[in-house]
T-cell receptor, first 113, second 114 residues
């Protein structure tokens, strides 16, 4: 079956540090890939997405590139802020399996001033 | 635009009791998802509907869990009888049809089974 593997957390960074959260996936076809974020006390919301190989999704200074050859979708940000502290989830939607959705276990990011 | 609505927000029951959760998706969203999220883990898909039909329910414990989506809009997830390990947050999400579309999540129902 499909799976999404995220780097183990939690991750603690100082403000303005560079962020990478690794995500790799296993899927039978060519899925769409997503990063969702859950801020403290709030619900899950979309951060960015990419729907085909080599696409780059971006939002709020975050970026992730769909790498088919390495089956990866790593999340990056050049300079994190305290307000970026949240739980980040990588997810896929499998277009060969009627759009079945699979999430990773999440990575908790804490940014200290 | 109204978001995904869920109720109740919190529920505490004893093991072997039954419980039901309700979800109202965003208007026009034909795909509806129910997830179970245990503390410290990612959302686990229980069932995925497209309109009235079931797309996937391979991870739904069918001996105790059931779900329905009447008229392709609202949905209900039921647990009967509940076990201690069912304690979790139950999330409902909806999306347009197509894997390129993101999901919109409701606030979730936090279930505690004692």
């Amino acid at each position: 079956g499909n799976s999404v593997t995220q780097m183990e957390g939690p991750v603690t960074l100082s403000e303005e540090a560079f962020l990478t959260i690794n995500c790799t996936y296993t899927a039978t076809g060519y899925p769409s890939l997503f990063w969702y974020v859950q801020y403290p006390g709030e619900g899950l919301q979309l951060l960015l997405k990419a729907t085909k190989a080599d696409d780059k999704g971006s939002n709020k200074g975050f970026e992730a590139t769909y790498r088919k050859e390495t089956t990866s979708f790593h999340l990056e940000k050049g300079s994190v802020q305290v307000s970026d502290s949240a739980v980040y989830f990588c997810a896929l939607s499998d277009n060969t399996n009627a759009g079945k959705s699979t999430f990773g276990d999440g990575t908790t990011l804490t940014v200290k001033p | 635009e109204a978001g995904v609505a869920q109720s109740p927000r919190y529920k505490i029951i004893e093991k072997r009791q039954s419980v039901a959760f309700w979800c109202n998706p965003i208007s026009g969203h034909a795909t509806l998802y129910w997830y179970q999220q245990i503390l410290g883990q990612g959302p686990k898909l229980l069932i995925q509907f497209q309109n009235n039909g079931v797309v996937d329910d391979s991870q739904l414990p069918k001996d105790r869990f059931s779900a329905e989506r009447l008229k392709g809009v609202d949905s209900t997830l039921k647990i009967q009888p509940a076990k201690l390990e069912d304690s979790a947050v139950y999330l409902c999400a909806s999306s347009l049809v197509g894997t390129q579309y993101e999901q919109y999540f409701g606030p979730g129902t936090r279930l505690t089974v004692t």
